[in-house]
Every structure is written in structure tokens, then in C-alpha cells.
């Protein structure tokens, strides 16, 4: 069916002027794709389901081999990854979700380690070249433009790239801003979908959340440019910013918890030195209620994965506060933030992008924050990393780490005065065990050190 592309906008002018797109079904859309293609799809909040529906069933009907597929981090089901499409399709994520995570453990589907600034620059420079983008995007304005939406990241890269680029049309995706903004010009193939966004439930705050995120508020200074992730420590350390003033936000994701500090004005960017007055991030994930705040917002700039998450740009501002998370830590300060042993879990991200660009900004604070222990009684701090677990960090990159039981800089520390401090706001349960570790590491001194500084 042809569809006028502005169809919503109120001016009767508007709509005949403008040129009509030729919309197709998903399933007719996915027939350009070939065996041996590589795909690229849309992340997060826009995954483009529909698409990977109508592609999967080519995969069940034996039309196609080998056809990789690559993407940041998608909801929702990703049906490709299993086991039957074995020979039909390989995914070679930039980040292992928990919806692909037991088919990456297993050997179905596979990981490219690679840092988040990065993923975009194996796909201009050719090293993985796209073939088909998935992607969603929002109506078509006056002008002619679509919105990537929520999400920027690298897939404008692959739209940059691609051979095809096949886009679902959805009056739900918000109309952002910043580098969201493609012509309609670049799309190949249009199919009409209005299906929700996918919009999580906050998970909610616990007591040993709540006490990470008041040791984190109070490393926040005013005028700081904050980079942070989803989930309950993020938003426990928003919840106790209230008071603040003059906050920025330069970040790769942001989600709920941030737009009752823009409702009160503490976050207004009057303190950065680049992007003034602007939130900038490469994706988000969150309720109806956020989508709805970037929504033909110029206070959001949806940008390139390439300027969020470099590290010569993050730099820029003052006072960059980045809080990130891992999966466990040593007594020396490394850090794994991938998997646990062997087995991969999540990815390197932009981690170490926001720790180096925070180092590097004129009063930064990198920040890790941890629960000490897992909900199943398994201390995050320990003598070593579990053999086979990717160092992410190294111990020069880390300054501040958090625990509910306190917060420890560890920039310029010698090895035994941080095994001192990282015992400090390890588990009580595990201190004893941890303080025997860094005694036959390091010799009788260790004891002799933590004694005088007491």
C-alpha cells in the first residue's frame, strides 16, 4: 500500500505535497536478504521484532545459510541465536544480553570483544561489512527526516554502510534529535509496524542498593557531568541527588531515574564545557513516560557512539562522574566486568571509554560500584579473578570503588595499601579470608601496614 510519509501531520498542504513511500510487509522486506549476508540490527528499546520474525521463518524454511548477524544488545526474544539455526544464522554480538547469554556460553552464538566507541569503526572502516541494516525509526517529518529514536549507537554507521536498509515505520519511536536525524532518502525498503516499544519495569531499590547509591551521591559534586547505566544502583544514586545543583549528563544510556532531576532543574548542563545545556547519549531504555520526554526534545542528543563514548570528548567536561558497575574485583583493583571465569555474561561496553574520559576530566571521578557480595552469597571481591575472567579495568584504570559498606579511592595507592582498602568494604563474612590472601601475597608486612594505619 502507498502511504502519504507525513501521514498525522495536521496541514492539508503538508500532506499533498509530499511524495508517497511504498510500504511492504516484513515479510516480503526480508527476501533481499541472501545466504552469506551480514545483518545489522537495531538495538535496545527498537529492536526491530517483526523483521527478525519474518527472517527467522526464512531460517525454519531452509531458504538460507550462513548469514551473520551482529547488534549491540537487543530485547526481547532473539530466536536466531538458538541451537536449530545452526548453519543459518551466527550471531557475533558487541555485548551479550541476557537474552543471548546461555547461546554465547554454549557455543551457538558468539562475542566480539570489542570497546563500545569501537563497534562503529569496525563497520565504516570495513573490517565487518554490512550488507542489510534492520532498523526502526520514527514518521517521517516536513522536512523528510526519520529518528533512529532511542537508539543511535552504531547502527547509524551500518545505515551509512549497508547495501540495504530496510526500516519499520513506527508512530511510537520518538522523534530525537542530535545524530537520531536520517533522511528518508537513505531507506530502501519501508514496512509499517506500530507495536510498543519495549519498556521495562524499574527493578526496585534494596536496602544494600540504597546504601551503594548514598556513598555514590556523595562523591557527586555540584556541576558534575554524570555518566551512568540502568538499574537499581544507578537509579538509588539519582534518587539521592535532589539537593544538588547544576548537574550534566554525558553518557552512553540513561533511563528514568534522571527525569526527576531534569523536572526539578538540578540537571540543566549550565556547568559543561561542551554540548551546554544538552543530555547526551547514544541509547536509553525505559517507560512510555521517558520515550515521551525525548520526544521532540532539543534538551536530548541522541548521538554517534563514536563522540559519546570517546574518550578525547568525554574529557572535555569537567567534573565527569562515571559509575559503572562489575562482576567482580580483586584485591589489587582489577576488575572483570564480562564474565565470570570463562563464561561470558555481558561485554567490555564502555566501561573503560567513561573510566579513561572521567580520569581525564578536570576533577573526574571514576567510579565502580558493587554489591560486596551476590544474592547467592558469593563475595564480588576476591584474592584473584576466578581463572579464565577478562580483566575489562586494569588496576591503573580504577580510582573509586563503592560497596554498601563504604567507598575507597584507590588512585595512587601501592598494591598493599589497596588490598587494605578494598578488604575495608569487602563482606564481613569474607575479610578474614581476604586478609589471609593479601598476607601470603605480599609477606608479613601487610600486616605491619594495616596495623600502623589503623
Not at 580483566?391 to 588490598?419: C, K, M, P
Request: proline share 5%.
Amino acid at each position: 500500500m502507498n502511504i502519504p510519509i507525513f501521514d498525522g501531520i495536521n496541514s492539508h498542504n503538508t500532506r499533498k505535497n509530499m511524495k508517497q513511500i511504498k510500504f511492504v510487509t516484513a515479510e516480503e522486506a526480508v527476501k533481499v536478504v541472501k545466504s552469506n549476508d551480514r545483518i545489522h540490527m537495531h538495538s535496545v528499546a527498537v529492536t526491530p521484532h517483526p523483521l527478525i520474525n519474518a527472517l527467522v521463518e526464512r531460517g525454519r524454511n531452509k531458504e538460507l545459510r550462513n548469514v551473520r548477524i551482529q547488534h549491540i544488545h537487543t530485547e526481547g526474544p532473539a530466536p536466531y541465536a538458538e541451537q536449530e539455526f545452526e548453519g543459518i544464522f551466527q550471531l557475533e554480538s558487541f555485548f551479550v544480553g541476557g537474552n543471548v547469554r546461555k547461546q554465547t556460553q554454549a557455543g551457538w552464538a558468539d562475542y566480539i570483544p570489542v570497546f563500545l566507541h569501537e563497534t562503529q569503526r569496525l563497520i565504516r572502516e570495513g573490517y565487518l561489512k554490512v550488507d542489510v541494516a534492520f532498523i526502526q525509526v520514527s514518521t517521517p517529518d516536513v522536512h523528510g527526516y526519520c529518528s533512529l529514536g532511542t537508539s543511535v549507537d552504531a547502527t547509524l554507521a551500518a545505515v551509512e554502510t549497508a547495501k540495504c536498509v530496510i526500516a519499520i515505520v513506527n508512530k511510537n519511536v520518538p522523534r530525537a534529535f542530535g545524530d537520531a536525524m536520517i533522511r528518508v532518502e537513505d531507506i530502501d525498503i519501508f514496512v509499517q509496524d506500530d507495536s510498543p516499544l519495549y519498556a521495562p519495569a524499574m527493578p526496585p531499590i534494596s536496602e544494600t542498593e540504597f546504601q551503594i547509591g548514598k556513598y555514590v551521591a556523595e562523591l557527586v559534586d555540584d556541576g558534575a557531568t554524570l555518566q551512568m547505566g540502568i538499574g537499581a544502583i544507578p537509579n538509588a544514586v539519582l534518587s539521592m541527588l535532589g539537593n544538588h545543583k547544576n548537574l550534566g549528563v554525558h553518557s552512553e544510556m540513561f533511563s528514568d531515574g534522571i527525569l526527576p532531576l531534569v523536572e526539578s532543574g538540578v540537571v540543566n548542563g549550565k556547568c559543561k564545557a561542551i554540548d551546554k545545556g544538552k543530555m547526551v547519549a547514544t541509547f536509553l531504555m525505559g517507560s512510555t513516560k521517558l520515550y515521551d520526554f525525548i520526544h521532540d526534545n532539543p534538551m536530548v542528543a541522541m548521538m554517534d557512539v563514536a563522540y559519546t563514548n570517546r574518550v578525547a570528548v568525554i574529557a572535555q567536561n569537567p567534573k565527569v562522574t562515571a559509575i559503572n558497575s562489575a562482576l567482580q574485583v580483586d584485591i589489587t583493583g582489577q576488575v572483570c566486568a564480562d564474565s565470570i571465569g570463562t563464561k561470558f555474561y555481558s561485554g567490555v561496553g564502555g566501561q573503560i571509554d567513561f573510566l579513561r574520559g572521567a580520569s581525564l576530566s578536570e576533577h573526574g571521578k571514576p567510579i565502580i560500584a558493587i554489591p560486596s557480595i551476590t544474592t547467592k552469597g558469593v563475595s564480588k571481591i576476591a584474592p584473584i579473578l576466578t581463572p579464565g575472567a577478562g580483566v575489562v579495568s586494569t588496576r591503573a584504570n580504577i580510582h573509586w570503588l563503592v560497596t554498601e559498606f563504604g567507598a575507597v579511592n584507590l588512585y595512587g595507592r601501592t598494591l598493599q595499601d589497596r588490598a587494605k582498602l578494598i578488604i575495608s568494604i569487602a563482606h564481613p563474612s569474607v575479610r578474614e579470608e581476604l586478609e589471609q590472601a593479601a598476607f601470603e601475597r605480599f609477606g608479613p608486612h601487610f600486616h605491619f601496614v594495616w596495623d600502623e594505619q589503623e
